[in-house]
């Protein structure tokens, strides 16, 4: 593994940015339309303008920035999210804070680095969502992407436009009342363009599981799109289903000043729930909370808030909350069938590299499908490759050879052992790391195994960007990094965003990173940033 050093742009710096030195010619730059102004659209969007195509970037919110503009409302009357589409986009909780490292996030030509003493911005290695709005808002300062975005449009409808000689796209949009959020369906508009690029995120749709007397249960339910403060749960006792960052994060805030009665964690995976295999960090969280449980799998609910678990055990419930993960949709896309989600909700196929429908491409591809990668530094040569094969700077393999890729790496995954649940949380298929692509939620990964579990990580994601963004690796200070708060968060999930704890390979990389002295220690919250977060 190479140990190149990427150059390095304060968010600070003065970029113009249009079109990259080295632009195919006039005849080669493409119509696109991209859908949706998150990380991964606006990451694209930048990639797709420096090879010179013609960019146009629908937006259906009032603002940039998908999940990390913070919505305070939620999907009321539907807590559970059964209605598709949602109404509400962002799942954001207002406690959130990165589990990811600021160093490892930023795009590779613009860093997210800390802004000490502005008013308002959180310089934490693991800041609040606030903080990470801001730094895509100033991402979209810089490199004057806001040209290219008409927010307040929401696209309903993709297809391939059949009249045409050479393929291209036809994009329904319909303009959205900034005030209500309601389509103004006069004001709809069909446009055609060359290739359409698919960035509309993929935490807003909730998936439930099946439990026996769901339906009948009469007390509040809801799915973690829907939860935002704990207020509403004083004095309640709140059962979490599932076992993943936000069931941690949220029974954390629940217990942790929430004022909840008491919190259940339901989970079915043995490292969260068999004591003799437990981490360190859940262990901890139970020994520091005396109103926080742990419970296996639902076996049924009863309509008077009985909840019975598959040991046997039981309480009286005021609210459930499902911690139980997303499902892709694509509720705009008409392609007859060449694209499609599979029941669970959890795969979308056939994609090339997760990119491109081998059919349909390169007209048709998507950004940010990829699971367990760092954002948006990824979703930069996921942008950088789909511009270039657009521009005809780089090809695809033929249809057939992409279709046989496909499906060879669904079932190799397959033979792994590999769920289907983790179709696209990039990882290899070697079956010796496979049964550690299930543990790679943080919470619930055994110490042992974090370094083959990084490892892991590193290799996919290093493999995509090699092959198709000749951007520079990254510094091997931050791969270290990463492994180590992989560590922290198994042994303590509370404090590990607190701890000051680098090496000295980390600590140099990141003076270097930061042009700061040695005392100068970006990721230590002072109480004033604290509470300067708290309140946002
Ligand atoms: C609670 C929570 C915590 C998270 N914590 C982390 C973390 O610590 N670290 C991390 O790396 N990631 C985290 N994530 C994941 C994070 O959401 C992604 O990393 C990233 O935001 C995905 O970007 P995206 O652009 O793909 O999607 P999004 O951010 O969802 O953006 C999609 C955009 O598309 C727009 N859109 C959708 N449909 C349409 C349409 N039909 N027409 C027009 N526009 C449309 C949406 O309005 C939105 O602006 C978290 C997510 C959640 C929910």
Redesign the pocket.
């Known amino acids: 593994m190479s140990d190149s050093t990427t150059s390095i742009h304060s968010s600070s710096t003065t970029t113009m940015d249009t079109v990259s030195d080295d632009v195919p010619p006039e005849s080669k730059k493409k119509n696109v339309c991209v859908?949706?102004?998150?990380?991964?659209?606006l990451t694209a969007a930048r990639e797709l303008r420096r090879e010179g195509h013609a960019v146009t970037v629908?937006?259906?919110?009032g603002d940039?920035?998908?999940?990390?503009?913070y919505d305070p409302c939620t999907d009321a009357g539907d807590p559970l999210g059964t209605a598709a589409p949602v109404r509400v986009?962002s799942?954001?909780?207002a406690s959130?804070r990165?589990?990811?490292p600021r160093e490892c996030?930023g795009v590779s030509d613009f860093q997210f680095l800390p802004k000490h003493g502005v008013p308002g911005r959180d310089p934490r290695r693991f800041p609040g969502h606030r903080e990470v709005f801001f730094y895509l808002k100033d991402f979209c300062d810089e490199f004057r992407v806001m040209e290219m975005v008409r927010l307040n449009?929401?696209?309903?409808r993709v297809a391939m436009a059949s009249d045409e000689v050479v393929a291209r796209w036809k994009v329904r949009?319909v303009r959205v009342d900034p005030e209500t959020g309601e389509e103004e369906e006069e004001e709809e508009e069909e446009e055609v363009f060359d290739a359409v690029v698919v960035?509309?995120?993929?935490?807003?749709q909730p998936r439930l599981p099946t439990i026996t007397g769901m339906r009948e249960w009469r007390r509040r339910q809801l799915h973690s799109h829907s939860y935002r403060v704990p207020d509403a749960f004083r004095g309640e006792a709140v059962v979490l289903v599932g076992s993943g960052?936000?069931a941690m994060d949220i029974a954390l805030d629940l217990v942790s000043g929430g004022g909840a009665k008491s919190v259940h964690i339901s989970a079915n995976t043995p490292v969260v729930v068999d004591d003799k295999i437990m981490t360190p960090a859940m262990r901890k969280m139970l020994a520091n909370h005396a109103d926080l449980h742990l419970h296996p799998q639902i076996h049924r609910l009863h309509e008077d808030g009985t909840v019975i678990f598959a040991d046997g055990s039981h309480l009286v419930a005021d609210s459930i909350i499902y911690c139980t993960g997303y499902r892709y949709s694509f509720?705009?896309l008409d392609t007859g069938g060449a694209v499609a989600i599979d029941e669970d909700g959890c795969r979308v196929g056939p994609l090339f590299e997760h990119t491109f429908p081998p059919a349909l491409a390169p007209g048709l591809s998507f950004?940010?499908v990829q699971k367990k990668v760092?954002?948006p530094w990824f979703f930069e040569a996921q942008g950088r490759w789909i511009a270039r094969v657009l521009s005809g700077r780089t090809n695809l393999p033929p249809v057939e050879e992409m279709m046989t890729a496909v499906e060879e790496y669904r079932r190799a995954r397959e033979v792994a052992g590999v769920p289907a649940k983790y179709a696209h949380d990039i990882g290899g298929v070697n079956p010796s790391v496979c049964s550690n692509l299930m543990m790679i939620t943080a919470s619930s990964c055994q110490e042992e195994e974090c370094d083959l579990v990084c490892l892991f990580f590193d290799q996919e994601t290093y493999e995509f960007w090699d092959k198709y963004s000749e951007l520079p690796r990254r510094e091997e200070w931050k791969r270290e990094l990463t492994r180590a708060i992989l560590r922290d968060i198994i042994d303590d999930r509370e404090t590990f965003r607190d701890l000051d704890n680098d090496s000295d390979s980390v600590r140099q990389g990141l003076q270097t990173w930061l042009g700061l002295s040695s005392d100068d220690a970006p990721h230590q919250a002072t109480a004033e940033q604290e509470q300067a977060h708290n309140v946002q």
């Open positions: 859908v949706g102004a998150g990380m991964a659209g629908m937006e259906q919110r940039v920035g998908g999940q990390w503009l986009h799942s954001m909780y959130v990165l589990l990811s996030m449009t929401r696209v309903v949009s960035a509309n995120g993929h935490y807003s960052d936000s509720p705009f950004v940010g760092f954002v």
